[in-house]
C-alpha cells in the first residue's frame, strides 16, 4: 500500500519555531522541539526542520534545535538549511536525522546531490526547490535560491528531473507565491514536477484547508503534504487531516 504522507513542517530562524507568508513577514510560534513531539505524538507520518535563514546568513543549521527534536519525536526527521557540503550532512544524519534537506547548495553544486546519494544513500537525500511563478521559463515556474531571494535562470520542471538524474530520493518543492497564504498549494507546478520525475514529490506551500490536501494528491500527483500554518495555529489536528483524506479514499495511516 502506497500510503499519503502528513508532514508537518517546522521552519526555524534562531532556533526558534517561525511561520511567515511568502517567505517574509515571521512570527514567532515557540519552540520547535515541544512542536515536534506534540505533532509526532499526534500521529505525523514525518516531520521536517528547516533553518530557513542559514544560508542567507551564511552559517550551518543551527544543531541545537534540530538535537532537540530528534530527541523528542519517534517519527522521522528531514533536517535543512545551511547544508552546504558531505561534513555539514553526515553531521546532521549523526544527531539522529533521517534525512538532509539540501536547496541552494545543490544548484550552486549538483555534483553534492550525486555524492551524497552515493555515500548516504538516496532515500536519505531529499532535494528542495523553491519555485516562482515566472512567464520567462517554460514551465512557468523559475527556482528560487537564498530563502528565495534569489532567481537562478532555471526551470523548476527541468532542474527537477536533473535532481532526480543525480540521484535525490525525494523533491520538495515549494511554491513562493503560495507559502502560507492558506489560499492552495500550488497545484500546476507541483504536477508539473511529480509528472516529469518518478521519485516521491511533497507538496509544499500553501494549505488552509482540508480539501487542499486531497487535491494536493488528486490534482497535484504529490505522494505527501507538508503543512505548516493550519497545523501550527491549531485550524485543524494531524487526526483530522488524515480522517478526512481517508474519507476521500486515500490511503494514509491511522
Known amino acids: 500500500m502506497n500510503y499519503r504522507r502528513v508532514i508537518p513542517c517546522l521552519d526555524t530562524k534562531n532556533g526558534r519555531l517561525v511561520k511567515g507568508i511568502n517567505f517574509v513577514n515571521l512570527r514567532e510560534l515557540g519552540d520547535p522541539a515541544e512542536a515536534g513531539a506534540a505533532y509526532s505524538a499526534a500521529g505525523a507520518d514525518e516531520l521536517v526542520i528547516l533553518d530557513i535563514t542559514a544560508t542567507l546568513e551564511g552559517r550551518k543549521t543551527l544543531l541545537d534545535a534540530v538535537k532537540r527534536t530528534v530527541g523528542a519525536i519517534s517519527v522521522p526527521l528531514t533536517v535543512g538549511g545551511g547544508i552546504r557540503t558531505l561534513e555539514d550532512i553526515e553531521e546532521i544524519l549523526n544527531l539522529g536525522a533521517a534525512k538532509v534537506s539540501i536547496n541552494t547548495a545543490a544548484v550552486q553544486s549538483p555534483k553534492l546531490i550525486e555524492d551524497a546519494a552515493v555515500r548516504y544513500g ?42 532526480e538524474e543525480l540521484g535525490a530520493g525525494q523533491i520538495l518543492p515549494t511554491s513562493m507565491d503560495a507559502d502560507g497564504t492558506q489560499a492552495g498549494y500550488d497545484l500546476p507546478m507541483t504536477r508539473a514536477i511529480a509528472d516529469a520525475v518518478v521519485i516521491p514529490v511533497i507538496a509544499s506551500g500553501g494549505a488552509g484547508t482540508l480539501e487542499h490536501l486531497h487535491e494536493a494528491i488528486v490534482e497535484g500527483h504529490a505522494d505527501a503534504v507538508l503543512v505548516a500554518s493550519i497545523a501550527h495555529y491549531g485550524t485543524y489536528s494531524i487526526r483530522q487531516m488524515k480522517e478526512f483524506l481517508a474519507s476521500r479514499g486515500i490511503p494514509v495511516r491511522l
Do not use: H, N
Open 122 to 163: 538516496s532515500d536519505r537525500i531529499v532535494v528542495a526547490i523553491d519555485t516562482r511563478k515566472s512567464a520567462a521559463m517554460p514551465s512557468g515556474f523559475e527556482v528560487m535560491i537564498s530563502g528565495g531571494t534569489r532567481p537562478t535562470g532555471l526551470d523548476a520542471v527541468e532542474w527537477a528531473k536533473k535532481v
